[in-house]
C-alpha cells in the first residue's frame, strides 16, 4: 500500500506535447510509472515519448483506462483541462501548472469535489510512492523506497529534504507535494489520514511555509488524530511582512501565517520542529534509530 | 498583486453599481481648482492623498477645502508629500458629505476554507484589525450558486439595517460580489461604508486585483505596485525578486528553497539583501539574465543555492558562466555556488572549468558566503 | 411555454451573437417591397412564413425573390395563408445565401439526468428525429461551471469543423448557452446551422421560453402562443385549462387527478372535451370563475371530480354553488359531482342543500357523467 | 424504521407565515410531526401555530435544532429559500411550492447534491410516514399506519389512491409525492432502494404520469433490483401529444413519454399496471391476501 498513487495508477498527461509535458512523461516513465495517454487538442494520432496522444481526456480514458491526471497546460487554459479530466471520470489530478489565477481553481475545486475526484496542486511538484508511481515532476534522483512519509507545500525544498533522507540511508513511502498557492485541492489536513492509514508510512517529514493557516491546521489535526512520530520544518522565518516570497501563497498579510506562529503550533501538536533544512534527515535518522529493534 | 488606488477602486465601484461622493482624481493644485470652479466638484470638498497607506486622516493627507482657492491650497499641500514612503501624485476631490454610520463591507478569499468570504461589520470607520472578532460577520460565499438572498439579508442584520438602508444595502453586495469575481480581485473592501441621510454610500475603497489573472485583464498590467525598480525589471522578465534589507544576494530557484536558504544565512548571522527565484526554468538566457540583475543590486556577495528539478544544474551553471563574461567589472561580487540534483555532475564540471567550485553542504556553503559578505558570527 | 416565431429567435441570436443572414419581418407586402427596395433586405431574397409549425418549405411557405415586386407578390401569396391550422400574419425576408453544409445545434433539458444537454449533428437541415441517434452528439453541460472549452472542441468535431470554421463555432456555443440560461428557455435550436463560405450561419431558430421563468421576463408576456381564445382566458386566471375534441367537461384538482379522470371517462366510451385542472386553490371565488369558464366552452355534461387537499371540498362546494346561480339558463349542463377528502361532509352538505348529489364511487360519477353527455358503452 | 422521515424528523416551515404554511404547519402537527421552527425573513421573534418563527434558517437549526425543511415561499423566492435551508445543514427538504423554473431547480438540485442533501419536489405534495411524522401537504385523513409503500408523481391523484388503500382496510409505510415538474430532486429511481431496504415495507405502489422517462427508468431499476410486489398506475392516457396536462412535466413531446411506453415497461418489470385508478387499492388488496399466512 501506498498513499493515492500505486502500480495500478495509470497516467495521462494533459499537455504531453509541450516542453514541460514532453520532458517529465520521460521522467515518470523512467520511475516506472504507467504514463497510457497524452493529451493535446488538435495532436490527436501522434506519440510522444511512445505515449498515444488524444485530442480529449474522455477518448484517453475510453482508449486507454487511465485513472490519473497530470496537468502541464498553460494557466489560461488549466481550468477546462481540470474540468476536462473530471468530467471524463477521472479521480485524481496533479496540476503542475503555475500561476492558475485562485478564482479559477476555486471553480476547479468545487467542481472535483462535487464529483468525487482530488486534485494535488496547482502549482505543485506531484506526488511519488518511491517504487510504484509518479504523478509529477519531483526529480527521480532524490526517491528511494522507504519509510518516510512526506508532505508539503514546497518544491525545490522538499526534493532538497527529500533527497537528505535518501542520503541518511533511509527511503520515501510516499511524498506529496501540495504546492504554493493559496488555494490548493489538497491541503495538509487533507493529505495527513492517508499517511496515518498507510501502514508503510513509519513517520512523516512536514515542510510548511509563511502564509495562510494550513500549517496551524496540521498541527490541530496532528494533536488530535496523527498518531505517528512528525518532523517538521517551516520556511520564510526571515521573511518581512507584505512581501510574496515568490509563492503566491507565501506572504504574511495582516499578521497572520507568520513562520514563529506555524513553529509554535507544531511543537505544541509535539511535532519535532527543524531550524535548518539539513536538520530534517537527522531528526528523521534519529526516531527510525530510537524505534529499531536493538 | 495590485492594489488599486482609491480613486481607481471608487471608478470599479461605479461601474458596478456601489454608489460613491460625486469626485474627481486631479494631479495639480490648478487643475484641482478648475474643477472646483467648474462644479464639477461639489463644495465644500475633501482632498484626499492617493497613496496606498492607510491612516491618511491622522497623517494630514486628507483635508477639507470650502471654495476653489482653498481647494487650490489643500491640493498644493498635498502634492508631493512623502506619506510612509510614497510620493503623493494624485489627489482626490469629493463632495463632504454628512457621515451618519460608519459600516464595514469587504470580500476576501478564506485560504482555509478554500472560499470567498464576506465580511461585514457595523463598527466601520476604522483599520478593520482593531474591532474585535465578535464584531465582524464572515460569512463564506459559494461561487455556485454566488451571493445569495439569504447571505445578503444577514449581512443586512449584522449592519442594523432595515426598511429602505437594508434595501439599498441588496444591491451594493451584488455589485461587490460581481466585482470581485469578473475583476479577479484578491480584496474589495468598503470602509467605511456611511449611512448619508436615507442613503448608503463608499466613502473609501481598498481593491487588490490578483497579478495571475493578468492575462484576463490587461487593463492592469500598467498600473505600477510598490516595487522597486529593479522589482519592476525582474517582473518583466518573470523572475522573482525581492528587496530586503541586507547585503547577501541570494539565487535559488522554487520559492520553498529560497526561504529556507534566507533562513539558513539569518540563522548564520548573514543578512539577506536581495532574492531571486529563478523558479522552473531551463533556459539558459533567462539565468543569465537573473545574474545580471544581481549583479545590479551590488551585493556584497552572492549566493546561489539550486535544487535541480525541472531547472537543471548544467542549465544554470551554463547560464551563470555566460553572465560571468558580462558583468562589468565593478559590479563584481564574491559568488558561493551549490547545485544539486538533476544533472548535477554536469552542471559541477561546466562551473569547474569557469574556476568556482560548488559546495554541496548547505551549512558549509552558506557559512562561506556569510563570511564573504563579511558578516557572520 | 412559449413558442417563439423564427424572426424572434433570430433576434435573440443577433443579441447573443449567434450570426444570422440579414432580413427583416413584414407584416405587408408594401412592407415587403419597401424593405426590399430600400436595400435593407439584400436581393435575392428568401420570404419565409413566420410559424411555428416545421416543413414549411415542403408546404409552400417559403419561396424566393429577386426584385421588390417579386417579394411583394411573395409576400402577398404568404400572408393569411393557413398554414396546418396556423393563420401566417407575419413573413420574415432573409438575403439568400450560397448554402454549403448544414449542421444541427441546440441545447435542451434532459430531465432523467436533470441537466441540459447539448446535442450537434452533422446531418442538419432536416426534422432532427429523423436522425439516426448515432448520428446525433449529447452532451450534458453542468449549470456549473456551464459550457466548457473541451464541450466546445467536441461539438467541433461532431461537426467535422476545424481551423476557422471550428473557432466561428466557438462563441456560437458560448452564445446558445448564454441565450438557454439567461432566457430561461426550454429549447434553442439551430437548424439548419449552414457553412455559407468560410463563415458559418444559422439559418433558422426554434426557441422555447419556459412559463414558469415568467417573473423575470415579462417581455414574453404579450406573446401569444397556440392557445384557443379560452385556454388564454383560463391562463390569465391562473387555471389549467385545455381544449381536447370531446363533449364532456372535466373538473378536477391537480394534474395527475384531472388526467386520471380523463382516462376513465375514456375507457367508459365517454369523450373528454375540455380540462380544467383547479389546482390548489381554496378560494371559493376561482372555483366559480372556473365553472363559468367551462359554462362557455358548452359542454354536453360536466364531471367535478374533487379530492380535496389544499383544496377543501367546502370550499369547491360553495365556488360551485355560486356559479350555477351565475350561469345563464342556455348554458347550463347537466352535473355529476364526486367530492373527497378534506372537509367532505361539509362539502358534500353544501352541494345537497343546492340540490346536487355527489357520488363518493369514481366508476360509478364517472359512468353518470358519460350517460348524461349521450355517448359510453 | 420508515423511509426518510421518522420521529426523529424535526421540520422547520419555511415560509410559515403564508396562509399555506399556516395551514399546513397545523395539519403537519395535527398528524404528530415535531414542527419545531418556521422561517420569515423580518417575522423573526413572533409564532405560528405556537411555533417560534426565525428570520433565517440558520437561527432556526441553531435554536431548535430542525433537521428537515417544509418549503412554501412563492416560486421567485424558492431557490434561495432551498439554498439557505441546505446551506444551514438542512439535509431533507421538501419543496411544496409549484411554477419554479426549472433553471432555477437545476441549480438547487446541484447544490443540494454537492452538500449531501436531498430535495422531494418542488411541486409535490410531499412525504409521509403515518403514526411518525409528515413533512407536506398530504391530506392527514387518508392515512393509516401499515405496510404499503407508495410513491408519486401526483399530488390529488395519489391522495385518492392512498384513500382507496386505507378505504380497503390497508394502511402505509410512507408515502412520497415526488412532484410533477420536469426536474424534480428525487425521482422514482432515487426512492425505490429506500422502499426495497424499508422493513416496514411489503409492497410498493407505484403512481406515473405521461412525460420524461421517469416510469421507464423505474421500470428497469425494479427488474434489476427491486425484490418486493409493484402495483403501478399511469394517469394520461387519453391526453393529446403537445399540450400540458397541467403538471409542467405532463406532456407527450417529440412522440416519447406516452403512457403506453410506460405501462408496457413496467408490464416487463413485473409490476401488475392498473387501467383505472381505483383497480390499484383492489390489487394491493389481493396482493396482501395472497400474501397473507393461512
Known sequence: MSVLVDASTRVVVQGITGHQGTVH??????????????????????????????DAVRDAVERTGANASCIFVPAPFAKDALLEAVDAGIRLCVIVTEHIPFHDMLVMYRYARANGARIIGPNCPGIAAPGKAKVGIIPNVVFRPGRVGVISRSGTLTYEIVNGIKEHGLGQSTCIGLGGDPVVGTSFVDALPFFEADPETDLLVLVGEIGGTAEEDAAEYIQHHFSKPVVAYIAGRAAPPGKRMGHAGAIIARGRGTAATKVAALDRAGARVARFPYEVPQMVAEIVAARAPR | ?????????????????????????????????????????????????????????????????????????????????????????????????????????????????????????????????????GAVDRQPIDPFPGITGFERRRAARTLGLSGGLANELDPIL??????????????????????????????????????????????????????????EIAR?????????????????????????????????????????????????????????????ARPNAVFLNIFGGVTRCDTVATGLVAAMRQVPEANRFPLVARIRGNNEKEGIEILRAAGVTSVPDLRASAEAVVAAAGGGR
Not at chain 1, 26 to 54: D, I, L, N
Not at chain 2, 203 to 221: C, Q, T
Request: hydrophobic share 45%.
Open chain 1, 25 to 54: 512523461t520521460a521522467q515518470m516513465r523512467a520511475f516506472g510509472t504507467h504514463v497510457v495517454a497524452g493529451v493535446t487538442p488538435g495532436k490527436a494520432g501522434s506519440t510522444v515519448e511512445g505515449v498515444p496522444v488524444f
Open chain 2, 236 to 296: 518583466e522578465k518573470e523572475i522573482a525578486f525581492v528587496q530586503l534589507d541586507g547585503n547577501i544576494g541570494v539565487i535559488a530557484n522554487g520559492a520553498g528553497l529560497t526561504m529556507a536558504t534566507l533562513d539558513v544565512l539569518m540563522e548564520l548571522g548573514g543578512k539577506p539583501g536581495v532574492f531571486l527565484d529563478l523558479g522552473g526554468t531551463d533556459d539558459p538566457k533567462k539565468v543569465t539574465e537573473a545574474f545580471l540583475l544581481m549583479a545590479e
Open chain 2, 1 to 133: 498583486m495590485v492594489k488599486l488606488a482609491e480613486w481607481r477602486g471608487k471608478e470599479l465601484f461605479r461601474k458596478y453599481g456601489v454608489p460613491v461622493p460625486t469626485g474627481r482624481v486631479v494631479r495639480s493644485a490648478e487643475e484641482g481648482e478648475r474643477a472646483a470652479a467648474s462644479g464639477s466638484v461639489p463644495l465644500p470638498c475633501v482632498v484626499k492623498a492617493q497613496v496606498l497607506a492607510g491612516g491618511r486622516g491622522k497623517g494630514g493627507a486628507v483635508r477639507f477645502a470650502n471654495s476653489p482657492s482653498e481647494v487650490h491650497a489643500a491640493t498644493a499641500a498635498i502634492l508631493g508629500l512623502e506619506f510612509k514612503g510614497e510620493k503623493v501624485r494624485e489627489v482626490l476631490l469629493e463632495g463632504k458629505v454628512a457621515i451618519g454610520r460608519e459600516l464595514y463591507l469587504a470580500i476576501a478569499l478564506d485560504r482555509s476554507l478554500r472560499s470567498p468570504v464576506l465580511m461585514a461589520s457595523a463598527e466601520g470607520g476604522v483599520e478593520i484589525e482593531t474591532v474585535a472578532d
Open chain 2, 174 to 231: 451584488r455589485a461587490l460580489w460581481a466585482l470581485f469575481q469578473a475583476e479577479d480581485a484578491e480584496l474589495v473592501e468598503i470602509n467605511p461604508l456611511a449611512v448619508v441621510g436615507d442613503h448608503l454610500l463608499a466613502l473609501d475603497s481598498k481593491v487588490i486585483i490578483e497579478d495571475d489573472a493578468g492575462f484576463r485583464h490587461p487593463e492592469y498590467a500598467e498600473i505600477r505596485d510598490d516595487r522597486t525598480p529593479l522589482e
